[in-house]
């Protein structure tokens, strides 16, 4: 076959390149050329739109529209608490999660949450009154503070009513879940929320930027509660 001495070694090197930036069209076909000398200059030109077609799909960004509606309620969209499990089963790097009000409701994915950091993934979990769901954390907190991080809203000079208001979960600096639902019963399953899926390492990138902003101001402070 044609492109069988193609080894994965070049198409990977190639892949990179392009999703870089690095590499345009002449140089990828000299590279595949050098590669492959019996390959033709219509076949490389073929093999060089294939290996750009994948690329800018991997490198796509992508928005969902995810929902809490009523059972009864026939949606298209995917529902709030299964894309948030979703999020943290497929974490293999970190998990940023921020929420307003949590309920034992969410007891269940504060597991896997936990599990997760045992496994070696980093989590960082920002909250609004740390006294207010100690209980619900309780079960979560394990001795290893490398991996699992607990941060509280610190409040705002001369502004009480401030608080710590966003609901969203980044899944390893490139999916997050921004939404309007509570981590709680009616924010998961009872009440209308709108959320968006969105895959971008760009835009992942900037919401983590605001909450690394925030710790070093001092707006978060980490809970110490071991």
Do not use: W
């Not at 790097?93 to 936990?114: M, V």
């Not at 608080?163 to 600096?173: F, P, Q």
């Amino acid at each position: 076959m044609l492109y069988q001495s193609l080894t994965i070694d070049i198409l990977a090197d190639e892949l990179i390149a392009e999703l870089s930036g690095k590499a345009d069209n002449l140089v990828l076909m000299r590279m595949l050329k050098t590669e492959l000398q019996s390959l033709s200059d219509i076949d490389a030109e073929k093999l060089c739109r294939l290996i750009k077609s994948l690329t800018s799909n991997q490198t796509a960004e992508k928005v969902e529209v995810v929902s809490t509606v009523p059972v009864s309620f026939m949606s298209k969209t995917r529902k709030t608490h299964p894309v948030m499990e979703e999020l943290v089963n497929s974490a293999t790097n970190s998990i940023t999660l921020t929420g307003y009000s949590i309920s034992e409701h969410f007891e269940e994915s504060l597991k896997l949450i936990d599990n997760k950091s045992k496994q070696g993934v980093v989590v960082e979990i920002f909250v609004n009154n740390y006294a207010s769901i100690r209980s619900i954390l309780a079960d979560i907190r394990h001795t290893n503070r490398n991996f699992l991080k607990i941060y509280e809203y610190a409040g705002k000079a001369g502004d009480k009513m401030a608080s710590l208001h966003a609901k969203t979960i980044i899944v390893d600096d490139v999916k997050m879940l921004i939404s309007s639902a509570n981590l709680s019963y009616h924010g998961l399953e009872g009440n209308i929320e709108i959320g968006a899926l969105i895959t971008s390492k760009k835009k992942a990138s900037q919401v983590l930027e605001i909450f690394a902003d925030l710790k070093r101001q001092k707006i978060f402070e980490l809970v110490k509660y071991l």
